[in-house]
């Protein structure tokens, strides 16, 4: 499963937006996490004239494995997510070297002009997590 949006409507006019208000049961097994609640998206997206702008947040609730004492505990999430689409996809220079520029940091809108927000959710998330996450503060200094 997955959240798509459909953002044909929003590319009309400079300045249209909507809102996203979506709950979907994702997985990212080939990045081992394991959610234990479905993910909220929450938040709006806005056509300013050179790109999409998709601002939210992200709730939910992963399991994780405490890097002291290696059991697993559930731990909530609430995730500001702020990412950009290029309006008619970007351009690769010819040159071998070039300077990189805040677009070319930017997610391409497909063909279809459906953004999968899941994908978007997962590389927050994966950097949201931390890297040695523990069960408690105290856990191992008692």
């Known amino acids: 499963m997955s959240i798509i949006v459909d953002i044909t409507p929003l590319l009309e006019k400079v300045g249209k937006s909507f809102h996203i208000d979506e709950s979907d049961t994702v997985s990212y097994p080939e990045d081992n996490l ?39 505990f559930d731990s909530p999430f609430d995730i500001p997510i702020k990412e950009s689409y290029i309006i008619g996809g970007g351009l690769i220079p010819d040159k071998k070297e070039f300077e990189l520029k805040e677009e070319d940091f930017a997610f391409q809108i497909e063909e ?11 590389q927050n998330l994966i950097t949201f997590i931390p890297i040695k996450p523990l069960c408690s503060e105290k856990c191992g200094l008692e």
Do not use: H
């Open 112 to 122: 279809d002009n459906k953004l999968n927000l899941s994908e978007i959710i997962r």
């Open 34 to 72: 394991v959610l234990v609640s479905p993910i909220r998206f929450e938040g709006d997206l806005i056509n300013t004239g050179s790109s999409i702008v998709l601002k939210g947040k992200a709730c939910g609730v992963t399991r994780l494995s405490c890097a002291r004492c290696l059991k697993e």
